[in-house]
């Protein structure tokens, strides 16, 4: 079935189910990094970016393939006056736009289902994170009481069902991860959704 990216991202921000700050937090608690660069890589309207901006001093790059997107996420960046802590940045996770050992913290979510070589993009963010650095990759809404509360809103906002995105067996993540060189790692598949936490080792 087809599944729209834009409508979808839209509309779980127009639930106003606050998975943004949950993962946020989630992600600060993980690995305490608030200060420095970090990457929300597929940012899409940058919701994930804004809820970490507010939690921490970190100065952001919204990174998205989709130019469409970005122009979104510049109205909604704008709307929270975070233009200072925010840049928004075209690239293909494939290809970062960014030098080696660029950021403290690279964040993603929801977006590594569209990605169409899964060992390439990790080895790219491995190599874009400098060492002692953190990256927090996957998808999902944060708990299961999230989920729930986006999808009934879904349903009466719009009338239809949330439309997964395209699956990734979680094996083959692991595998991916492993390809990429990521020795130090955790998965998480869960009620939270689909992660992988890594630290950057030397
Ligand atoms: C479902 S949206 C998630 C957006 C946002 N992270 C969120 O959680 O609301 C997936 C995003 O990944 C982006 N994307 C897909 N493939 C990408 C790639 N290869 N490199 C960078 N971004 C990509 C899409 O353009 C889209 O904005």
Same mark, same amino acid.
């Given at each position: 079935m087809f599944y729209s990216k834009l409508a979808d991202s839209m509309l779980i921000n127009r639930t106003h189910v606050p998975i943004y700050p949950l993962i946020a937090n989630q992600i600060i608690r993980k690995f305490n990094i608030t200060e420095g660069t970090a990457i929300d890589v597929g940012a899409g309207p940058a919701s994930l970016s804004i809820a970490m901006a507010r939690i921490t001093h970190l100065d952001i790059y919204a990174m998205d393939i989709s130019r469409e997107m970005l122009e979104i996420a510049q109205k909604s960046i704008e709307k929270n006056s975070l233009k200072k802590r925010i840049t928004l940045i075209t690239g293909d996770v494939n290809q970062m736009p960014f030098q080696d050992e660029f950021a403290e913290l690279i964040f993603s979510r929801g977006s590594m289902f569209f990605?169409?070589?899964? +060992?390439?993009? $990790? @080895?790219? &963010?491995? /190599? *874009?994170? %400098? +060492?002692? =650095?953190? #990256?927090?990759? #996957? =998808? #999902? $809404? =944060?708990?299961?009481?999230?989920? /729930?509360?986006? %999808?009934?809103? $879904? @349903?009466? @906002?719009? =009338?239809?069902?949330?439309?997964?995105? +395209?699956? &990734?067996? *979680?094996?083959?993540?692991? &595998?991916?991860v492993l390809e990429a060189g990521i020795a130090d790692y955790l998965l998480i598949n869960d009620e939270s959704g689909l992660w992988v936490l890594f630290e950057k080792t030397g």
């Open positions: 990605w169409k070589d899964l +060992p390439t993009s $990790f @080895k790219e &963010i491995y /190599r *874009v994170l %400098k +060492p002692g =650095g953190a #990256g927090y990759i #996957g =998808g #999902g $809404f =944060g708990s299961a009481a999230l989920r /729930r509360k986006v %999808k009934e809103e $879904f @349903k009466r @906002k719009d =009338g239809k069902s949330y439309q997964n995105p +395209p699956k &990734i067996q *979680v094996d083959a993540l692991e &595998i991916a």
